[in-house]
């Protein structure tokens, strides 16, 4: 961002020399029409796609500050190209509250798919079901079932274990501050294996699962959808 005419340029080349289309993923600015006058530089360079992060640079931790919707929808506002909104969207309301307000053509989740991937499906963890206004039921699908799945196409599709680490604790970070021995104990493992973690996952049912949750009057929109249990 401190180097705007070598990125004119990288798109430039790019979108000459490929003959697939350059899409490139922005932060904003903290000055907005800096942020539009960005976005329009990458279009005249011939970005056909834009993702837009609506935070700073120095905004870091995604958690606590807030995205700022209104700065992508003023990039939407400026541009002729689809614009992808992101930042703050952590279950299905933020999707359809982020597409009203912005404008935007799609939206990108990053941290929250982790945590959730089963996000765009209509499953919302406890933390955003519990206390809302709306009511809410078990949705039959849950963390567990997802790692499961995810450790199934760990054994066929091989990846670094370091990285299964790293989504096992993001996946089940809800049951392990319930079941801080359970942590402990897959931290005390130097190296992984599959048969622990799916030893790990039948302990953590057994001490009690913690649902992912549908909306109740959704919940059987989205078994229709197959999507469901
Ligand atoms: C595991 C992970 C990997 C990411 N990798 C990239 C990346 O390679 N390039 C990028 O522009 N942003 C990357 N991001 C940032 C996200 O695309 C996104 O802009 C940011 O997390 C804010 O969205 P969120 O509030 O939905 O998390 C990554 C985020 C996460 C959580």
């Excluded at 049912?205 to 913690?210: D, F, T």
Aim: with cysteine; hydrophobic share 40%.
């Amino acid at each position: 961002m401190d180097k705007l005419p070598l990125i004119k340029s990288l798109v430039e080349k790019l979108a000459l020399n490929l003959n697939v289309p350059v899409s490139c993923k922005i932060r904003i600015f903290p000055n907005l029409q800096d942020t539009i006058t960005y976005a329009r530089m990458l279009e005249d360079a011939g970005c056909s796609l834009l993702a837009v992060h609506g935070r700073t640079r120095d905004e870091k931790d995604s958690k606590k500050l807030r995205a700022n919707w209104g700065a992508i929808k003023a990039v939407r506002d400026a541009v002729r190209i689809p614009v992808l909104a992101n930042g703050n969207v952590r279950h299905m309301d933020d999707v359809h509250n982020c597409l009203k307000e912005t404008g935007a053509d799609g939206v990108l989740s990053a941290d929250s798919l982790l945590e959730n991937p089963a996000l765009f499906a209509g499953f919302r963890t406890a933390e955003w079901a519990l206390g809302s206004e709306e009511n809410f039921e078990d949705g039959k699908l849950d963390q567990a079932d997802l790692l499961v799945e995810y450790l199934k196409l760990c054994e066929k599709y091989p990846v670094p274990w370091r990285m299964i680490r790293a989504h096992v604790h993001k996946l089940m970070g809800e049951w392990f501050r319930i079941h801080p021995h359970v942590r402990e104990d897959l931290n005390a493992q130097s190296t992984l294996t599959f048969v622990f973690l799916y030893d790990m996952i039948g302990r953590l049912r057994e001490l009690g699962r913690i649902p992912l949750y549908v909306k109740e009057a959704h919940a059987e929109e989205i078994y229709a959808n197959g999507t469901g249990p």
